[in-house]
């Protein structure tokens, strides 16, 4: 297969494409972490017995019950601070703050190679709140790389929604919004430096590596939460960045889902939320996916 490399003007085929020339520029300053040597990744990488397959009723700012390096993937959905039953009414120097805190213990239970993947939606319209944005910036100064971005896109229109604004009038039209992000993040380096058994087949595998995820929306009554993401979205996102028997984490867990999710796939699971009530819940819906 013949290679192909960066060019000044562009080329059609990427099968064995080095890039080094793109990623030489200087482009990429001192803003990016440089992935970590051989020696850095080499850390001993401790047993889940004991401290997986538990969820913990308190905040993940403090997760000082996980040993350093033992996660493998952590996956979530934080509260987005806009008003839902289990939210407190903060600053957003206040939210942004909680989720730095977060960001610094998720990235010290991470094994080297290891993803943070986070599920956010941006905010109002007056003016408009770019959460995104702000969480690339917190999850960079603690360390991350990032990978990409998805874009989850939970319906084709949003026929329920009538936020037009001016209706039909250039005055001030509304944007509604079907989709929300998926920020992918890594831990030292892009690659795992250890093997695994991936249980993701190819048809999969070439839809979950595209941009825009369509998985429709899950609904809040069914699960009995107000804020819950698909377990289709969880399992993807699952299969994908992590290995069977790998230890899987939700920092802000809610209804549990990717706790669920990794119980029915061959990982184990961690959980933190703050809310009894969410905590049993969750323990409710990982008895019935391990069942």
Same mark, same amino acid.
């Given at each position: 297969?013949?290679?192909?490399?960066?060019?000044?003007?562009?080329?059609?085929?990427? $099968?064995? +494409?080095?890039?080094?020339? &793109?990623?030489?520029?200087?482009?990429?300053?001192? !803003?990016? *972490?440089?992935?970590?040597?051989k020696s850095e990744m080499a850390v001993e990488i401790p047993a889940p017995d004991g401290w997986a397959d538990r969820l913990y009723c308190q905040s993940a700012t403090d997760m000082s019950v996980l040993p350093d390096n033992g996660v493998a993937l952590a996956f979530t959905s934080p509260p987005y601070?806009?008003?839902?039953?289990?939210?407190?009414?903060?600053?957003l120097t206040a939210y942004l703050d909680l989720i730095s805190e977060v960001a610094a213990e998720v990235y010290r239970v991470l094994r080297p190679g290891g993803r943070y993947v986070v599920n956010i939606a941006n905010l109002g319209r007056?003016?408009?709140?770019?959460?995104?944005?702000?969480?690339? $910036?917190? +999850?960079?100064?603690?360390? &991350?790389?990032?990978?990409?971005?998805?874009?989850? !896109?939970? *319906?084709?229109g949003a026929s329920g929604s009538c936020a037009w604004g001016s209706w039909m009038n250039a005055k001030s039209p509304r944007l509604r919004d079907i989709h929300e992000y998926l920020l992918v993040f890594a831990k030292q380096?892009?690659?795992r430096p250890d093997r695994g058994e991936s249980d993701i087949g190819r048809d999969e595998f070439m839809e979950s590596t595209l941009s825009v995820w369509e998985i429709p929306a899950e609904s809040a009554r069914r699960v009995g939460h107000p804020a819950p993401f698909p377990m289709a979205l969880a399992e993807r996102v699952i299969r994908l960045?992590?290995?069977?028997?790998?230890?899987?984490l939700?920092?802000?867990?809610?209804?549990g889902t990717t706790c669920a999710a990794a119980?029915?796939?061959?990982?184990?699971?961690?959980?933190f939320d703050v809310s009894p009530e969410y905590c049993m819940l969750a323990e409710e819906r990982i008895s019935q996916a391990s069942a």
């Open positions: 297969m013949k290679r192909t490399s960066t060019s000044s003007f562009g080329t059609g085929k990427r $099968e064995s +494409h080095d890039a080094s020339a &793109f990623y030489a520029r200087s482009l990429y300053d001192d !803003r990016f *972490a440089a992935p970590a040597s601070n806009v008003g839902k039953d289990y939210e407190d009414d903060i600053s007056k003016p408009y709140i770019p959460l995104h944005a702000f969480f690339y $910036e917190i +999850h960079m100064r603690a360390g &991350f790389m990032p990978m990409g971005e998805i874009i989850w !896109r939970k *319906a084709r380096d892009f690659s960045y992590s290995y069977r028997d790998d230890v899987v939700d920092p802000f867990m809610g209804s119980a029915q796939n061959g990982r184990y699971y961690v959980g």
